[in-house]
């Protein structure tokens, strides 16, 4: 079979094998986006024989694929979603496996096509990429079909971008109007659907009007499909309700919220706690957000910052930080210990020992409700990428233990301290993934940090075991696209 640098070498390994092995597939969406798709700008939606099913998964996961399922109120059994990472085009490809031809709204997908043997049979190789594609015909019969049985304003997500749906799909259809035999297309049509509905929806291709217009033409498909229902319409409706509000949910947990609930797709196996480590100015909150970015479309995935400082702070330290500026005044010099402005080698004074318990404990609150949150999250399938991880093994600093600074302090205050850190070395990350700049990259990007402190700190951070998580330093003196390569290809193992 002919090579196409167009598609992505992962895909083009996968697709080849198929060929190889005869797995009976086929493309089965728009022919006209299977270019863009191959080149990982979208979903590959491959319509595979169910006698095929298990060789092609086995090839899938031989290729480096990986089966993310998604959560039950988006769960359907005959499509699994896989998901591979091309490393020489830095992209995550999707790969969604039909063993039906399930279709319907994008929330609730209630209709089976029972179509699939006599499309797989049909179907024809694309004429410049290695792929196989539905028939003309039958693209056409299927595109009118699931205009009928898609094009609901009662899906949330649908009707989010309905004037763009509609636009595709009337796009589809004047292309394909162009190019087919109105005749040919009718006979096809008719052969699946029986004369008149045959010639019904042939003619739709044919018009002007759009497909969401033609509510006869609606009423008669659904009527024709309602035997190929998995509910009827009083319990496939209360679903299409309890599944839009599980979305908008889900968007909000995604966005604002970050609570340890998943709402699309989990990790297989389990989630995972990721944490970034490095001294400040090594790129953690850069590679953090690009790690988030990168795997949020696909996977379920949530932030935790357990820093104090440009982060999101919890609704106890909020307070506290609002007044550091107005206390700063107050504080000429800052005594040993700290990291920022200017450091005296003086011990805390009585007021800086007081505000450093206040917001000692605070922090520690914090951190221990974002630990059980992180952990909470991983084992309900959620990917967690934290910037910084609490830690007990160095104190004072480092995400350490604060009060250590202090001559005294209540022993029931460090006690109480000292069991959150303790928490965090019982709940170590999966991953630990560390930064590692030189003193004079740290200094020139926090010039305001001391420098005793920026070596001290990056000297101690290679003794930071985490309870024997697995661990792995990057040079971070590379350049940032390198940088976010290598962490990529560690989470990547790891999920």
Not at 365 to 386: I, P
Request: charged share 25%; aromatic share 8%; net charge positive.
């Amino acid at each position: 079979m002919p090579k196409d640098n167009r598609i992505l070498p992962l895909l083009l390994t996968v697709l080849d094998d198929f060929h190889c092995q005869a797995v009976s597939y086929c493309y089965w969406k728009s022919s006209k986006r299977i270019e863009e798709v191959l080149a990982g700008d979208g979903d590959l939606d491959l319509l595979i024989a169910r006698h095929d099913q298990h060789r092609a998964q086995a090839i899938l996961l031989g290729r480096g694929f990986k089966l993310f399922p998604s959560v039950a109120m988006r769960d359907h059994p005959a499509i699994l979603s896989y998901l591979g990472y091309d490393e020489p085009s830095d992209r995550l490809i999707h790969l969604h496996l039909h063993f039906r031809l399930i279709v319907g709204e994008r929330l609730h997908k209630n209709y089976r096509i029972p179509w699939e043997n006599d499309v797989l049979a049909r179907a024809i190789l694309h004429p410049t990429l290695q792929v196989r594609m539905l028939d003309p015909t039958s693209e056409a019969v299927l595109l009118g079909v699931r205009s009928c049985l898609e094009l609901r304003r009662l899906d949330p997500v649908t009707f989010r971008g309905w004037r763009t749906t509609l636009a595709r799909f009337a796009l589809d259809r004047r292309r394909l109007a162009e190019t087919l035999d109105q005749a040919q297309l009718t006979s096809r049509a008719s052969e699946l659907l029986g004369d008149d509905l045959g010639a019904m929806l042939a003619g739709a291709i044919y018009s002007e009007g759009s497909f969401e217009e033609n509510h006869r033409l609606q009423s008669a498909i659904r009527s024709h499909f309602a035997p190929y229902r998995a509910y009827n319409t009083l319990e496939a409706r209360l679903r299409s309700a309890v599944r839009a509000i599980h979305w908008a949910a889900g968007g909000l947990n995604k966005f604002y919220l970050h609570l340890p609930r998943p709402w699309s797709r989990r990790a297989p196996g389990g989630g995972c706690v990721v944490a970034l480590i490095g001294i400040d100015g090594s790129g953690k909150s850069t590679v953090s957000a690009t790690i988030r970015t990168w795997l949020s479309p696909e996977i379920d995935v949530i932030p935790v910052y357990f820093g104090t400082g440009g982060g999101r702070p919890s609704l106890l330290l909020r307070p506290l930080k609002l007044m550091v500026p107005l206390l700063t005044p107050l504080l000429r010099t800052k005594p040993r210990g700290s990291s920022h402005g200017k450091v005296s080698k003086a011990s805390p004074g009585l007021l800086y020992s007081l505000l450093l318990m206040v917001w000692a404990a605070a922090v520690a609150r914090e951190k221990r409700t974002k630990l059980l949150a992180a952990r909470r999250a991983a084992s309900r399938g959620l990917v967690v990428v934290t910037d910084r991880y609490p830690q007990n093994e160095i104190r004072g600093f480092n995400d350490g233990p604060l009060l250590t600074r202090l001559a005294w302090a209540p022993s029931w205050l460090r006690r109480w301290e000292a069991r959150v850190y303790a928490l965090a070395q019982r709940l170590p990350p999966d991953l630990v993934i560390k930064l590692i700049v030189r003193p004079e990259t740290a200094a020139r990007r926090e010039p305001e940090m001391d420098r005793t402190v920026i070596e001290k700190r990056i000297e101690a951070i290679p003794r930071l075991a985490f309870s024997g998580a697995r661990i792995v330093s990057i040079n971070a003196e590379q350049p940032l696209a390198d940088v976010v390569r290598a962490v990529k290809q560690e989470i990547w193992r790891m999920v």
